[in-house]
């Protein structure tokens, strides 16, 4: 995986006739193709021929040399027409996805197994991925729901004393693409102005540049259940606390509290603190009755994180509907989304979310402020939600809608995740308030 200087770039391109923002923000390195004047894209195709001689070609021409580096074998084709070329590891393939960009330095496992990235590429903004490796503790799920994974720089070794797999082992297992040397500052920018963009991974030479972005502009995510395809087929219960060694609370009951989760694409680490709070928990699938979860008179009950547009899910806020203002409840993420659809108020498209482990949050309520981890591309508007319901906290970066809670109804919600993981540990105590609004229920 050592990169030669020849091939430590890998360049992009602006297919005709699309919206191209590639004059205004060249790459170093890249290669630029302007969408409509002829003469500059002649111009330009002429760099290209140039380049391709050379060996940032992306079809791999196999001439029988041996060469220690690889050369560029996938395309990374956006829905705004640019092209750019990398290396794989990983699957091979072609897959269509949503590409967003995750700022968090450390915690790729977690990342790859957390569920609400069905249907999404993620864009690492840390240069350097794939160091530590893989264990079998760091997952957050038992599967990797995500489309694929993109990075800048391939670490050649891995070094840490819980490591089991290499990164690029672990995917080919799991079938899932990942794609490395393309300039993921480049892709970050440009998500960043444009907002995210749907794009298509491909390591298949035979299909065209054009047929790609075909299929990426024909892909569509708003409005898609991704819910169903991630959570689980049976209720079933969970008693993991989080191991003694990475434990920071001490002063731990066990069982007290009876939860029920629902399990929208639910991340094991909610699990477990709530386990480590002194929960019993019985996680239900997405679709599992009301009436059943209240027949079960829990103490609590938890709407999970999970993927996709919180508006395709109606069925999901009809059964939070149906739940809250009966028992205490706590919403992530997701579980928040539908909280707020459930009271009444709507949720919206940002322009490229949140994704990161490095997100300062404001709790109106005591003016304190936490670096939040946080995964989402939706948002409730808080202009319409009902009287009554409190903002109770906000990003600091845009002022969006961070966190509710409606004391009539025993209900609080975060936008982001307590739980971390991967992430700064700052916000745990959002556990622990669930747990005193379930201990004054009980009063
Ligand atoms: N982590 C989550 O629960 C994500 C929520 C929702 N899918 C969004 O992107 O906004």
């Not at 489309?147 to 672990?170: F, H, P, Q, V």
């Not at 297992?173 to 440009?190: H, L, S």
Request: net charge neutral; charged share 20%.
């Amino acid at each position: 995986m050592a990169m030669s200087p020849a091939t430590a770039s890998a360049p992009f391109r602006c297919l005709s006739g699309t919206k191209s923002r590639c004059a205004a923000q060249p790459s170093p390195n890249s290669v630029v193709v302007a969408a409509s004047p002829v003469s500059l894209r002649s111009r330009a195709i002429g760099v290209l021929a140039k380049v391709a001689s050379g060996v940032q070609s992306a079809s791999v021409v196999d001439d029988g040399a041996q060469r220690p580096w690889k050369l560029s074998d996938a395309r990374l084709v956006l829905e705004d027409g640019s092209v750019w070329r990398a290396k794989s590891f990983g699957a091979s393939g072609t897959q269509v996805g949503e590409v967003v960009f995750n700022t968090s330095l450390t915690g790729y496992q977690e990342i790859l197994t957390d569920p609400s990235y069905a249907g999404q590429f993620v864009l690492m903004t840390n240069p350097h991925i794939g160091n530590t490796g893989v264990n079998p503790d760091d997952e957050e799920s038992n599967q990797c729901f995500l489309g694929g994974l993109i990075i800048r720089n391939l670490s050649i070794c891995t070094s840490n004393w819980r490591c089991t797999e290499t990164l690029e082992e672990y995917l080919i297992k799991r079938n899932i693409m990942g794609i490395y040397d393309v300039d993921t500052r480049a892709i970050t920018r440009r998500l960043r102005e444009d907002g995210s963009l749907i794009g298509v991974l491909s390591t298949d030479q035979s299909r065209t540049d054009n047929e790609l972005l075909k299929m990426a502009q024909n892909w569509k995510i708003v409005g898609v259940d991704l819910i169903s395809g991630v959570t689980c087929d049976a209720p079933y219960e969970w008693s993991d606390k989080t191991d003694s060694d990475w434990e920071f609370k001490r002063d731990q009951s066990n069982g007290t509290f009876h939860v029920v989760a629902y399990d929208f694409g639910i991340k094991h680490n909610i699990l477990r603190r709530l386990t480590s709070y002194g929960c019993k928990i019985t996680v239900v699938p997405a679709n599992w009755p009301a009436s059943e979860v209240l027949n079960l008179k829990p103490d609590g009950v938890l709407f999970s994180n999970g993927p996709g547009d919180p508006a395709a899910v109606p069925y999901a806020v009809k059964t939070v509907q149906e739940i809250i203002g009966k028992v205490p409840v706590f919403g992530i993420c997701m579980g928040h989304q539908l909280i707020g659809q459930a009271l009444g108020g709507k949720t919206f498209k940002m322009k490229f979310g949140h994704h990161g482990g490095n997100h300062p949050v404001c709790d109106l309520r005591s003016g304190r402020v936490d670096i939040s981890a946080q995964n989402h591309n939706y948002a409730v508007d808080p202009k319409s939600l009902p009287e009554g319901v409190k903002v109770t906290h906000i990003n600091l970066n845009d002022d969006s809608c961070a966190g509710l809670q409606y004391p009539k109804m025993k209900l609080m919600s975060l936008q982001y995740h307590p739980e971390s993981s991967p992430g700064p540990h700052d916000s745990d105590t959002a556990f622990g308030e669930f747990i005193e609004l379930m201990k004054s229920n009980r009063l």
